[in-house]
């Protein structure tokens, strides 16, 4: 069974940071795919980062960030702790979202198709 599990959310004003991390405790974590996605209230979850395992690219690249953060967001593993995080940068209003992290076999694409999901970790950007 592969259960990400999140941390690191919190309360952060506009322009500040912070860092998720996902821990992903399985022996087979340098076989999965995994991303970062968002749902803000009444709205539709979306896919923020995705880091594809270390043989396989998307269009040329170990990772993909959604333009909306691409400039603000950094996603990256560290295999020897079966770990995956989101740096995240100048937050704004509009980042306020529960933040989850995913897990699947294949590389990233836009689609929502990870099969294991965590619970989740709050973001909530306010001054």
């Known amino acids: 069974q592969v259960q990400p599990v999140e941390s690191g959310g919190g309360l952060v004003q506009p322009g500040g940071s912070l860092k998720l991390s996902c821990v992903t405790p399985?022996?087979?974590?340098?076989?999965?795919?995994i991303a970062w996605f968002r749902q803000a209230p009444g709205k539709e979850r979306e896919r923020v980062a995705c880091?594809?395992?270390?043989?396989?690219?998307?269009?040329?690249?170990?990772?993909v960030l959604a333009d909306s953060v691409k400039d603000r967001f950094t996603i990256s593993r560290d295999y020897a702790e079966n770990t995956v995080s989101l740096q995240m940068n100048n937050l704004k209003y509009e980042d306020t979202a529960v933040y989850y992290c995913a897990a699947k076999i294949g590389v990233c694409h836009g689609g929502l198709d990870f099969d294991y999901w965590g619970q989740g970790t709050q973001v909530t950007v306010s001054s």
């Open positions: 399985t022996r087979f974590f340098e076989y999965y795919t």
């Open positions: 880091a594809n395992k270390a043989d396989e690219t998307t269009d040329g690249s170990s990772t």
